[in-house]
């Protein structure tokens, strides 16, 4: 890992390649070193406030996680999987509102984007629209080829929401949304994991 003092002689490119792989060898300071470096330049990118947020995320930093999640999409408001994050650290954080709200443009990707069904089933959860919600993620994790880890995530939130349903009996799946409860919120906060790289 370099110095401080090299990193500033290094290109917005560079920086992000060097977390992209510090993140990838579960080497979290040098990731957010490189890309603290980053994010406070003038030509700042907004996959840079992306990574920083995944990063934070992690290392359960949750509220500095949200802020550069809104900055990268404030820089560039078609950074889809960010717009995806962020959904769903509004939802870990059970403020539906606002995870409905930044989740809704997902809905104008292309027919067949992944992202999309994934924001249509996290929308229907808010809802609490269980059937809608399962059926998008399933749809979701069958046509995303090019992020799979998110398959992961999401496969971890539909087994949740089926545990909820199965093993708590009808009052208490009636009494505990998936997104309301401890084990869904821990559920919604592991889509973090393995995602940093994208």
């Known amino acids: 890992m370099p110095r401080t ?16 792989n510090a993140s990838q060898g579960g080497d979290s300071a040098s990731a957010i070193a490189c890309l603290k470096q980053a994010v406070a330049r003038d030509d700042a990118t907004a996959k840079a406030h992306y990574l920083l947020g995944a990063e934070y995320a992690q290392i ?14 404030a820089l560039d408001p078609t950074l889809s999987v960010a717009r995806l994050q ?23 990707l292309p027919e067949g984007e992944p992202l999309r069904y994934f924001g249509a089933g996290l929308c229907h959860l ?9 059926a998008h993620l399933e749809l979701g994790i069958a046509r995303n080829t090019a992020i799979l880890p998110l398959n992961v ?6 087994d949740e929401m089926a545990r909820l349903a199965a093993g708590q009996g009808a009052a208490a ?26």
């Open 5 to 20: 003092a090299d990193l500033a002689t290094l290109d917005q490119d560079e920086l992000f390649q060097l977390a992209v």
């Open 60 to 73: 359960r930093m949750y509220e500095r996680a949200v802020e550069l999640m809104a900055s990268a999409l």
């Open 153 to 158: 995530d999401m496969r971890r939130i539909l």
């Open 173 to 198: 799946a009636d009494s505990t949304k998936a997104h309301e409860s401890e084990d869904g919120r821990h559920i919604l906060l592991s889509a973090y994991t393995g995602n940093t790289s994208h």
């Open 86 to 108: 962020l959904g769903l650290l509004w939802l870990a954080a059970a403020d539906t509102d606002r995870a409905a709200s930044v989740l809704a443009p997902l809905a104008e």
């Open 126 to 134: 808010i809802g609490d629209r269980i059937a809608e919600a399962r």
